[in-house]
């Protein structure tokens, strides 16, 4: 949803159809970061602040995304390669970096003529597509359209001069007189113009300013001179258009950016306890009547079933819960590469520990500290109470006791431990792998199990109980 106010667009004009390229600065420094990373590699939700913006050009259905690179470039390529998708994804360096004007006319020479050029900042990452949809309508393949926005505090920004209701140029707070100073609309840094005219008043540009820049927004009064309509479209969302200079601006919009992903999953009828406690840091999929209790962290692909409950203080990764189960709080599932599954019902923590290749199936459960890792639990099997299970194939209705372990490295190789169904591990077992536990096997507790057990077979393996009578302790020696 967009807070973006359409104007008329002349969405029937042919030129409305021109193709899009998109160009993406992100050769600034941001001194202000202090950080060793380049500002638009910082993240948001986990992703880099310049990825969420190549997402965006993505659902524009773009013809290109031209990244001009400079400070960090090789790390900021090498970030992006291989993400374009759909877009032809074009990286060209600008060195040294002598404003946004000369940044884009870096760009011009993979830039095709016949297109409307969007430009973007990599440091603005949360600008939606529907609002430069609407900028592409208004540019309309023969008009500049600027996104700019009313602030209560316009300092350092881009001021927007109009005579009448024209727009006559942008001028820059360093360059700005006290009257234009007074100005409250500023220039977003995202505008949609025709490539060719783009090319044009490029050309034209000079450094003559307060900061010896070349500055884009001078095509401004370009346009203005040359006759060609200027729009500004206000946008009422401040977040679209945020930039980020600091931790601190970097922190506030990772809040507003969670702030919507929470508002959009109660909409769809997720329970959150508390909106402003929750982090989704990828993609979270949620069928009906889900809960999630306060502090849980959301990362990469998730999807929680019909009636999945997810306690407080849970961080869940790349991992799928089918309907009912219920997570307790403070368990970390991280299921990586390779994933990890939790069954219809099953009944996992409080702190529980899966790891990648933990598949669980129905009515499964694991108790406080179990951890288990790139093993299949089989319906209705527990392991309840300090346990590990590793490169396990565990049947159903096992039951796994009390502080037992699957010793499943030698030292230099991983082996798998075979439980079958309806076995029972007493407390404190060691399971030596490669082994087997034939189907309705029990072991003693405290055993160390080295062989396969037979199906059916009792096995103990273990120091032989022997009681001394009336056996007398040494006492303490006099000093
Ligand atoms: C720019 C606008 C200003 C607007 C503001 C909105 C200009 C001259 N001014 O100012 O009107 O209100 O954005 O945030 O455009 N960059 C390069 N190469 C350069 C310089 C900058 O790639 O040589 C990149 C930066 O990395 C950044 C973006 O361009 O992503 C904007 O640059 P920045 O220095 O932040 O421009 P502002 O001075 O904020
Ligand atoms: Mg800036």
Redesign the pocket.
């Known amino acids: 949803m967009s807070l973006f106010q359409p104007r008329d667009a002349s969405a029937s004009s042919p030129s409305a159809t021109a193709p899009v390229d998109v160009v993406i600065?992100?050769?600034?420094?941001?001194t202000r970061m202090k950080s060793r990373l380049p500002?638009?590699l910082q993240r948001l939700a986990h992703v880099p602040l310049v990825q969420h913006v190549l997402a965006t050009a993505q659902q524009l259905q773009a013809r290109s995304a031209v990244v001009?690179t400079?400070?960090g470039a090789q790390q900021v390529e090498a970030a992006l390669a291989g993400l374009g998708g759909a877009l032809a994804l074009k990286f060209v360096r600008?060195e040294p970096?002598?404003?946004?004007?000369?940044?884009v006319q870096q760009a011009l020479p993979v830039l095709g003529d016949d297109g409307v050029v969007v430009v973007l900042?990599?440091?603005?990452p949360l600008t939606q597509a529907d609002t430069l949809q609407a900028l592409i309508a208004l540019c309309a393949g023969q008009h500049l359209a600027l996104l700019t926005i009313d602030l209560p505090d316009p300092t350092?920004?881009?001021r927007v001069v109009r005579a009448g209701d024209a727009v006559q140029a942008?001028v820059?707070h360093k360059d700005a007189s006290a009257a234009q100073r007074a100005i409250t609309e500023?220039?977003?840094?995202i505008m949609a113009v025709p490539a060719a005219l783009l090319k044009r008043w490029l050309a034209r540009l000079d450094n003559h300013n307060a900061q010896g820049?070349?500055?884009?927004?001078?095509i401004v009064k370009f346009a203005a001179q040359d006759g060609v309509t200027v729009l500004a479209q206000k946008t009422l969302d401040a977040v679209q258009?945020a930039?980020i200079?600091s931790p601190v601006q970097l922190a506030e919009l990772e809040r507003s950016f969670q702030h919507r992903q929470a508002t959009a999953l109660m909409e769809a009828g997720v329970r959150l306890a508390d909106p402003a406690r929750l982090d989704v840091r990828g993609r979270l999929l949620c069928g009906m009547d889900v809960e999630i209790d306060v502090n849980c962290i959301f990362e990469g692909d998730v999807s929680l079933g019909d009636g999945v409950r997810v306690g407080a203080h849970c961080v869940l990764a790349n991992c799928t819960v089918a309907a009912g189960a219920v997570i307790h709080p403070f368990t970390h599932i991280d299921g990586g590469a390779q994933g990890a599954s939790v069954g219809e019902g099953a009944l996992i923590g409080p702190f529980a520990r899966l790891r990648p290749g933990a598949q669980l199936g129905a009515q499964v459960h694991i108790g406080n500290f179990v951890e288990v890792k790139n093993s299949t639990l089989a319906a209705g099997a527990k392991a309840n109470h300090l346990a590990y299970l590793g490169d396990a194939t565990v049947g159903e209705r096992v039951n796994f006791g009390a502080g037992s372990i699957t010793a499943n490295y030698d030292g230099a190789n991983k082996h798998r431990t075979v439980i079958e169904a309806d076995v029972h591990v007493g407390s404190n077992c060691v399971l030596v792998a490669p082994v087997t536990l034939g189907a309705g096997a029990t072991v003693g507790g405290g055993s160390t199990i080295t062989k396969d057990v037979p199906a059916g077979a009792l096995s103990v393996a273990r120091g032989k109980q022997t009681n001394i009578a009336n056996w007398a302790r040494p006492q303490k020696l006099a000093k």
Do not use: C, F, P, R
């Open positions: 600065m992100a050769a600034g420094k941001g500002k638009v001009i400079g400070h600008q970096q002598l404003g946004t004007g000369h940044a900042s990599g440091d603005v350092g920004y881009g942008i820059e500023i220039y977003s840094g820049e070349y500055y884009l927004t001078d258009v930039g200079n």
